[in-house]
């Protein structure tokens, strides 16, 4: 009983991470090119209740294949600073260099494009053209997500949330 009630949480957590597609572009994608982007945690019970670190294990095995490497190391990165401070603030001509992306003399594209990747996929959302919140924590992936994955990431997946069923009896 304790598996199914997990399983229906992942599959509820699932369907809670996805924001309806919109038509019109992201807040990020209707200003001028953005210099600098301060990030704050975005909290959130169902997808937190998890626990699922963005620079753990599950995170890189199951999600690293989804938003590719630079989404993923920038959002680790920024997780690992919002645990310390209520919010970071960088340069994302630093961004990119701080991750190997860029270099600040060169205007890039690769860390907005990076943004707009881990927004579309629910990881951060803007609340103005500047300010972002990103999870702290992973959200399970979905059951569209893990259709698609390679079975060593359904069998990861699996063996996760059996033990985190193990670890709450």
């Known amino acids: 009983a304790d598996a199914a009630a997990l399983f229906t949480a992942v599959d509820a957590a699932a369907r809670h991470q996805h924001p309806p597609r919109r ?40 999600w690293l294949p989804i938003i590719g490497p630079s989404s993923w190391v920038i ?18 001509s ?8 860029g270099r600040p003399d060169r205007p890039s594209l690769i860390v907005p ?5 881990l927004e579309y996929f629910g990881l951060i959302r803007f ?3 500047d300010i972002a919140q990103a999870r702290t924590k992973m959200p399970p992936l979905s059951g ?11 069998l990861l997946h699996d063996q996760f949330f059996a033990q985190a069923t193990q670890r709450r009896a």
Do not use: N
């Not at 630093?94 to 992306?101: I, V």
């Open 23 to 62: 038509r019109e572009s992201a807040v990020m994608a209707d200003t001028a090119p953005l210099e600098v982007v301060t990030f704050k945690p975005w909290t959130d019970p169902v997808i937190d209740h998890f626990d699922i670190d963005p620079a753990g294990h599950y995170s890189r095995i199951a």
């Open 75 to 92: 959002l680790g990165t920024v997780a690992l600073h919002l645990h310390a401070d209520q919010s970071v603030t960088w340069q994302l």
């Open 94 to 101: 630093e961004l990119a260099r701080d991750h190997g992306l």
């Open 113 to 117: 494009r990076t943004l707009r990747r």
């Open 127 to 129: 609340e103005a053209p």
């Open 144 to 154: 569209s997500q893990l259709r698609r994955s390679a079975s060593h990431v359904r």
